[in-house]
Structures are given as C-alpha cells and as structure tokens.
C-alpha cells in the first residue's frame, strides 16, 4: 500500500466568522505543515479557488441577498467538495469552536460527517462546555482550550510520524 501524508481538515465558522476566519486557518495552516509535515485542507482557500472559477468578481456573500438560486448552487458545490474531503482525504479534523461556528450550520456539518467516517475531532475553544451544543461534544475526540494546547498534543501524538498508509473510507460504522 502507498503511503500518504497525513492530512487534517481546519472546520470552524466562516459565513458569520471576521475574514471568515482566515486568519486562525492561516496560521495553523503553516505551523501543521512546517512543525508536523502534514497537509492540510483549508476551506478558505479551496472555496476561494471554486468561487473564482464559478463566479468570478461576485461577493457570494452578497449573492445570498439577490440571487438566492445561483448562492445554493454555489454552496452546494462547497458543501460537496467540503464533505468528499472529510470523507475521503482527511485523517482528523480540527474545529475552533467560536461565536461564528455556534451561530452558522456548516461546521456542525462537518463534524457530523467526521464522526460518521471515524476521523478523530480535535476541538479548540474557550467556551464553557455547558454552552457548546451536545452533537458538537458528541462528535468530539478532545477538547483543548487553547491552540498552543492542541500545538502540544498534535506534536507529541504525530512526533516522526508524517505519513499514513491510505485506508478505504467506505467503512462507516461509528463507534
């Protein structure tokens, strides 16, 4: 079997997040490639790169308001492409759990579909736990309170371990 490196999915708010959380992403984005040689799935970046091959020079966010057909095609397509990653790709996921991934629906989402394919879900937030909804929790493996907690965690459970043979992803039964 060939070996491929590990590759971890960012989850968290972006339609109701600042910069729809770009900045956490970005960061996080270089530590896990430079510190743990993993990929890494950026919903920012991958959506920007399907927003300007379907709808160039449009604000999607404003699409919402005037043109409700075209902005549920367009999210339909970053819904799939979303879901295919976490399914197929994705060896865990990191959500940062915040204002903006409580008020939207698509981490939720997403964290529903990890934990259906068995992929762990390392959670970051600084929210009581009581105010987190139950099926977020339910989906979670670990819960850090800061990312410098989850840097430590992930560097001490990755340590030389930079690839992973790949597995099918058809087996979904949950544990």
């Given at each position: 079997?060939?070996?491929?490196?590990i590759?971890?999915?960012?989850?968290?708010?972006?339609?109701?997040?600042?910069?729809?959380?770009?900045?956490?992403?970005?960061?996080?984005?270089?530590?896990?490639?430079?510190?743990?040689?993993?990929?890494?799935?950026?919903?920012n970046?991958?959506?920007?790169?399907?927003l300007?091959?379907?709808?160039?020079?449009?604000?999607?966010?404003?699409?919402?308001?005037?043109?409700?057909?075209?902005?549920?095609?367009?999210?339909?397509?970053?819904?799939?492409?979303?879901?295919?990653?976490?399914?197929?790709?994705?060896?865990?996921?990191?959500?940062?759990?915040?204002?903006?991934?409580?008020?939207?629906?698509?981490?939720?989402?997403?964290?529903?579909?990890?934990?259906?394919?068995?992929?762990?879900?390392?959670?970051?937030?600084?929210?009581?736990?009581?105010?987190?909804?139950?099926?977020?929790?339910?989906?979670?493996?670990?819960?850090?309170?800061?990312?410098?907690?989850?840097?430590?965690?992930?560097?001490?459970?990755?340590?030389?371990?930079?690839?992973?043979?790949?597995?099918?992803?058809?087996?979904?039964?949950?544990?």
């Open positions: 079997m060939k070996a491929r490196r590759r971890a999915y960012l989850s968290g708010g972006m339609e109701y997040a600042k910069e729809e959380g770009m900045q956490w992403r970005k960061e996080l984005e270089g530590w896990m490639r430079k510190v743990l040689g993993h990929t890494v799935f950026n919903p970046t991958q959506s920007e790169k399907l300007a091959r379907t709808i160039p020079k449009r604000n999607i966010r404003r699409l919402k308001s005037i043109d409700i057909t075209t902005y549920t095609q367009v999210l339909k397509r970053i819904v799939d492409l979303d879901s295919r990653e976490i399914a197929e790709n994705a060896d865990y996921v990191v959500c940062y759990w915040d204002a903006a991934a409580q008020q939207g629906a698509g981490t939720k989402g997403e964290l529903t579909l990890a934990r259906f394919f068995r992929k762990p879900v390392y959670l970051v937030t600084t929210f009581d736990l009581a105010t987190i909804p139950g099926w977020v929790l339910g989906c979670t493996t670990q819960i850090f309170y800061s990312f410098d907690a989850l840097k430590q965690f992930l560097q001490t459970s990755f340590a030389g371990n930079h690839s992973r043979p790949r597995r099918p992803s058809r087996n979904r039964s949950i544990p």
